[in-house]
């Protein structure tokens, strides 16, 4: 079992920037590749950016590349989510999920809220 805790998130203007930070307790948190998604209201959840448990590989959906950059720091148990230029379309509300070994994001947080303002 790992519990995740994300936060970070606010309200900032279109053109801001946030940190996202999810803290893992629980198993082992450097056996998971990490995944942030987001969902805003009526749409369905989907992965913003990946990053595997070693971070030497990353993924990022065409959305955000260039303005998003996913990063971890295992001793610390925690991964990030840095965004820049943000748009109101990037108003969601942000998760972080653990994936298995077997590719199924099996442990996710609570959310946080992230609102850019026009």
């Known amino acids: 079992q790992v519990q995740l805790v994300e936060s970070g998130g606010g309200l900032v203007q279109a053109g801001g920037s946030l940190r996202l930070s999810c803290a893992a307790s629980?198993?082992?948190?450097?056996?998971?590749?990490m995944g942030w998604f987001r969902q805003a209201p009526g749409e369905e959840r989907y992965l913003v950016a990946h990053i595997t448990w070693s971070g030497d590989h990353t993924y990022y959906t065409e959305s955000v590349k260039g303005r998003f950059t996913i990063s971890r720091d295992n001793a610390k148990n925690t991964v990030y989510l840095q965004m820049n230029s943000l748009q109101p379309e990037d108003t969601a509300v942000y998760y972080c999920?653990?994936?298995?070994?077997?590719?199924?994001?099996?442990?996710w947080g609570q959310g946080t809220q992230v609102t850019v303002s026009s």
């Open positions: 999920a653990a994936r298995t070994s077997l590719g199924e994001y099996r442990y």
């Open positions: 629980g198993r082992t948190f450097s056996n998971y590749a």
